[in-house]
């Protein structure tokens, strides 16, 4: 089956900052590249040394006689900004296949909501009710404290970033029609009760995370996204690439 997105057609320029998003002008819009770039002191889970440099090397090169350059890749496919799968955290799915090509393409791309939580707190039950998100909202980005610091950013694993509490990610199955959610560090769920909190989310194989989100540089809104994961089959996790577009 041939699986299919319509996107708008972009035209012309592209500014790059160090500082911001990755920013292109199409129509009087906007284009944010909210995915981190795949380099060695991008964090990787529990290391305190990043992804490393022996992440990605050159197989074959044509200073050495090759007749074209050649790289070779290898990471955990939960590095970088990337999606979960339902088999991530139930062993059930994952030998019935619930990888993540599986994965709804019409979820994971069409308008979403960017909401800033409170500071300095995890999301909980009384997070996700004082967001007051209304009933119909299906993609949610909830940006934290995790990108004013910049964890991102920092090759060692920080085990104190935010994210979902269990009973905030039963809160959001319970009372919301949210379907995908994306968070700006590693894991959308909080370090200390992470195993607990995604088998809330990935129970119903109807919602899908996307973490390590890049959601400095762009206004709280609504905008229009799209998640491209990679389809590697029989796989629980896949890295993507995701845009706003304003």
């Not at 019409?106 to 009710?129: C, F, S, Y």
């Amino acid at each position: 089956m041939t699986r299919s997105v319509n996107f708008p057609v972009f035209i012309l320029a592209v500014a790059l900052s160090l500082s911001s998003s990755l920013l292109a002008v199409y129509e009087g819009g906007k284009i944010y590249d909210i995915s981190h770039r795949y380099t060695p002191e991008i964090p990787a889970w529990e290391s305190s040394e990043g992804l490393g440099k022996t992440f990605l090397r050159l197989a074959a090169s044509m200073k050495n006689g090759s007749f074209a350059n050649v790289s070779e890749m290898k990471l955990s496919v939960h590095s970088g900004t990337h999606v979960d799968a339902p088999g991530h955290f139930w062993d059930n799915y994952y030998d019935a296949g619930f990888d993540t090509d599986s994965l709804d393409l019409q979820v994971l791309n069409g308008p979403a909501l960017l909401v800033d939580v409170p500071r300095d707190k995890n999301i909980t039950a009384e997070v996700m009710e004082s967001l007051h998100i209304q009933r119909g909202v299906r993609r949610v980005l909830f940006r934290t404290s995790n990108t004013d610091k910049r964890l991102m950013f920092k090759k060692e694993f920080d085990s104190s970033f935010a994210g979902f509490m269990t009973d905030g990610a039963k809160w959001l199955v319970e009372n919301t029609d949210i379907k995908l959610i994306g968070l700006d560090y590693l894991s959308f769920a909080a370090f200390e009760e992470s195993p607990a909190t995604h088998r809330v989310i990935l129970k119903g194989r109807d919602i899908i995370p996307v973490e390590a989100l890049k959601l400095d540089g762009v206004e709280v809104g609504t905008y229009s996204l799209h998640c491209l994961p990679l389809r590697l089959v029989g796989a629980e996790g896949a890295p993507t690439r995701c845009i706003l577009i304003k």
